[in-house]
T-cell receptor, first 113, second 114 residues
């Protein structure tokens, strides 16, 4: 079975641009969460979506947005990129209420120049 | 709100020696506790978790962690480490109700010395 897949794996953008990151959850998982991991720090929660509805939002500016599609895949969008947005963006999927386990993808490494 | 403190950013250990990675947490509500491991160039993998019941939990590869409510700790231990244990280890907490937000610590890089 395929795990959580994220695309692209690496991305280079310049300040002010917009970026879209994509995530496909494990088959059967209806919840997708996004995390930002800056080098040398632990992952920080950005969003959780379940059944296409936002269930949680972390302390990130409105430049960050996300959505979930009917097939449960998800997109994370970041507008007006800043140098500080450079990070590894991780997607995780789960079946809520089932053993509290998140399955993480390998992430998208975003570099903002 | 919750927070997690991992005081040791790096821990070097000789192969086959024991290791303890420390984790303390703060929360105003009841929480679940987790240890995740991140191998180089990979995403995070769940190592072990405490949800309820026995305060000592074990993983399939020899790690164990003990939930101590009075000390608000969830330290990770292994009696004998191997080269393959080289990785970044993250402690995390989650409220036992509401959304699936995990709050992570800053991580501990475990380096095994041959």
């Amino acid at each position: 079975d395929a795990g959580v897949t994220q695309s692209p794996t690496h991305l280079i953008k310049t300040r002010g641009q917009h970026v879209t990151l994509r995530c496909s959850p494990i088959s059967g998982h209806k919840s997708v969460s996004w995390y930002q991991q800056v080098l040398g720090q632990g992952p920080q929660f950005i969003f959780q979506y379940y059944e296409k509805e936002e269930r949680g939002r972390g302390n990130f500016p409105d430049r960050f947005s996300a959505r979930q599609f009917p097939n449960y895949s998800s997109e994370l969008n970041v507008n007006a990129l800043l140098l500080g947005d450079s990070a590894l963006y991780l997607c995780a999927s789960s079946f809520p209420g089932r053993d509290e386990k998140l399955f993480f993808g390998s992430g998208t490494q975003l570099s903002v120049l | 709100a919750q927070s997690v403190t991992q005081l040791d950013s790096q821990v070097p250990v000789f192969e086959e020696a024991p290791v303890e990675l420390r984790c303390n947490y703060s929360s105003s509500v009841s929480v679940y506790l987790f240890w995740y491991v991140q191998y180089p160039n990979q995403g995070l993998q769940l190592l072990l978790k405490y949800l309820s019941g026995s305060t000592l939990v074990e993983s399939i590869n020899g790690f164990e962690a003990e939930f101590n409510k009075s000390q608000t700790s969830f330290h990770l231990r292994k009696p004998s480490v191997h080269i393959s244990d080289t990785a970044e280890y993250f402690c995390a907490v989650k409220s036992n109700f509401g959304n699936e937000k995990l709050t992570f610590g800053t991580g501990t890089r475990l380096t095994i010395i041959p």
